[in-house]
T-cell receptor
C-alpha cells in the first residue's frame, strides 16, 4: 500500500527564517510526486511535480527536491503570505493513477 | 495553470434533501476528474474517480448510492449527495486531470464546496 508521511505536522517560523518541509514516501512505481499549497477554506493550489531522483524545481522562495525515498520543500526567507498548509502527494500507475496525499504541514510565518 | 471551478461554493440544506455540486474544467478537457472530501485539519480523502462517458470508480467504504457521480462531458462532472444527513457535512473538493502535458499530467483542484446539513 502506498504511504506518504509529511513532517513536521506544524511549523512556525519568523519572517526570513529559512527551513525545509519533508515528505517521505513508499510506493510501487512512482509516476510523479506533487506539492500543493492549501489556504484555509480553499482547494489545493498546484506548486510542483517531480518525476525522478535528483530533480529540482523552483518557484519564487520555494524549491522542491526529490530522492528515491523522500522530497523536501525548501522555503528561503519566507514571508507571512507563505503561511499555508503544504500538501505532498504521489501518483502511481495503479488505481486510475490517483493521487495519495500526506497529511500536510501547516506552516505559519510570523512577521 | 489550468482552472477548475466548483459550484456552489457553499450550501446549507435540511436533512433528507439532495445536493448537487458541479465541477468544471474551464480551459482544458478532462476525461478524468476526482472527488475528494476533507474534514477540518485533515488531508484530502479520495471518494471516487469520475470518468467521462463511463461509470465512476468509488473508493472502498464510499457508498455509491449516496454519492452519485455523473461525468456527462469532457468539462463537467457532478456529485450529488442524496438524502443528506448531518454526518455528510464536510468540504468537498474536485480535481481534474490535465493531459495536455502528455505523460506528465497534472491534477488541478477546484476551490471546494462547503456543505452543511442541518
Amino acid at each position: 500500500e502506498d504511504q506518504v508521511t509529511q513532517s513536521p505536522e506544524a511549523l512556525r517560523l519568523q519572517e526570513g527564517e529559512s527551513s525545509s518541509l519533508n515528505c517521505s514516501y513508499t510506493v510501487s512505481g512512482l509516476r510523479g510526486l506533487f506539492w500543493y499549497r492549501q489556504d484555509p477554506g480553499k482547494g489545493p493550489e498546484f506548486l510542483f511535480t517531480l518525476y525522478s531522483a535528483g530533480e529540482e524545481k523552483e518557484k519564487e522562495r520555494l524549491k522542491a527536491t526529490l530522492t528515491k525515498k523522500e522530497s523536501f520543500l525548501h522555503i528561503t526567507a519566507p514571508k507571512p503570505e507563505d503561511s499555508a498548509t503544504y500538501l505532498c502527494a504521489v501518483r502511481t500507475p495503479f488505481g486510475n493513477e490517483k493521487l495519495t496525499f500526506g497529511t500536510g504541514t501547516r506552516l505559519t510565518i510570523i512577521p | 495553470g489550468a482552472v477548475v471551478s466548483q459550484h456552489p461554493s457553499w450550501v446549507i440544506c435540511k436533512s433528507g434533501t439532495s445536493v448537487k455540486i458541479e465541477c468544471r474544467s474551464l480551459d482544458f478537457q478532462a476525461t478524468t476528474m476526482f472527488w475528494y472530501r476533507q474534514f477540518p485539519k485533515q488531508s484530502l480523502m479520495l471518494m471516487a474517480t469520475s470518468n467521462e462517458g463511463s461509470k465512476a470508480t468509488y473508493e472502498q467504504g464510499v457508498e455509491k448510492d449516496k454519492f452519485l457521480i455523473n461525468h456527462a462531458s469532457l468539462t463537467l462532472s457532478t456529485l450529488t449527495v442524496t438524502s443528506a444527513h448531518p454526518e455528510d457535512s464536510s468540504f468537498y473538493i474536485c480535481s481534474a486531470r490535465d493531459l495536455t502535458g502528455g505523460s506528465r499530467e497534472t491534477q488541478y483542484f477546484g476551490p471546494g464546496t462547503r456543505l452543511l446539513v442541518l
